[in-house]
């Protein structure tokens, strides 16, 4: 029997996000670090984020929020042949996060890998899924993002304390006729690797915040043009900007610099904090569950973050 060919490209049908039930607002840390709730949203743009419970891990995250875009898809476990989590945050480097996440879905056998691009993780997974399908490799796959990274902040450290959180997000991705996820732009500045480290696993996340928002804001709106110009289109086509939600002041930055004038902009770090790799997937549903954005819509999503990393690709909203 002949190979079947290659899809001309995929789709994401379905995007799904799971916060964890406790909110922390700015009070809350506000007295431990000797600052106030308003300095910290005029710092960062946070006004609460969520927090996974003690016994509440990476992988049940993951799970919940791959069952609910399963169940937006109208799909099953059985139906999926490919899981690629992206995770910074898991406890121990083995066993793979996505393998368990599999086994808790109840398709145990699919292929299943993780990613650690940090914060730049779904748009790396994505763009791996993309081509996967591409390739005839898989045809239908769960793309999922999802960080615990209160297990890696030190509580009494203002810098990252105000900023991280808990959360995953979701995507159903599939093989399609034509191409509704477009080339990935991505890369690396190694040479600045140390800007945003976990030293060892006995060590807390450290962050040279003001470092890492100069390269932010000077180097990654080329990325973003690129990856319109790969799409075939100009940033006043867009009608969403996601961006990794690492500070809102920086989200903004973009979106003027890239002049998507036209494009709703994710703002999900202000009730959400920074999720790392589940902050993109986290964004772009809350964008699609306000109606904000509609289906077909062309959307940028950018992810940057520790490596120093960054992907960025044009897709259209399921």
Not at 286 to 313: E, K, M, N
Request: proline share 6%; glycine share 10%; with cysteine.
């Amino acid at each position: 029997m002949p190979t079947p060919a290659a899809p001309g490209g995929s789709r994401i049908v379905a995007v799904a996000g799971y916060r964890p039930s406790r909110i922390v607002g700015n009070e809350e840390l506000a007295a431990r670090l000797d600052v106030s709730g308003p300095w910290i949203e005029r710092r960062v743009g946070i006004r609460s984020r969520r927090y996974a419970q003690p016994d509440e891990s990476v992988v049940d995250m993951a799970a919940t929020a791959a069952g609910k875009v399963l169940a937006t898809a109208g799909l099953t476990a059985r139906d999926i042949d490919l899981l690629v989590l992206a995770t910074c945050s898991l406890p121990s480097p083995m066993p793979n996060g996505a393998a368990s996440v599999a086994a808790r879905l109840g398709h145990p056998a699919m292929a299943a890998f993780d990613v650690n691009a940090a914060c730049a993780g779904f748009c790396y997974a994505l763009g791996v899924t993309d081509g996967l399908i591409r390739a005839g490799t898989s045809r239908r796959a769960l793309v999922v993002g999802a960080e615990k990274m209160t297990d890696w902040v030190d509580p009494d450290d203002v810098d990252t304390a105000t900023v991280f959180a808990d959360g995953a997000g979701a995507a159903v991705v599939v093989a399609a006729d034509r191409t509704e996820i477009n080339p990935v732009v991505w890369g690396s500045d190694g040479d600045r690797a140390d800007l945003v480290t976990i030293p060892d696993r006995h060590s807390s996340v450290t962050m040279q915040g003001q470092a890492v928002y100069r390269w932010v804001t000077t180097s990654l709106a080329p990325v973003a043009l690129d990856a319109c110009r790969r799409a075939g289109i100009s940033p006043a086509d867009l009608k969403g900007f996601v961006t990794h939600q690492a500070n809102l002041r920086m989200i903004e930055h973009l979106a003027a610099a890239l002049g998507a004038t036209g494009a709703a902009v994710g703002r999900d770090i202000v009730e959400s904090g920074n999720t790392s790799a589940a902050s993109v997937p986290l964004a772009l549903s809350r964008l699609i569950g306000t109606g904000r954005i509609r289906t077909g819509d062309p959307v940028l999503l950018l992810g940057f973050g520790a490596g120093l990393s960054y992907a960025a690709q044009v897709v259209k909203s399921p």
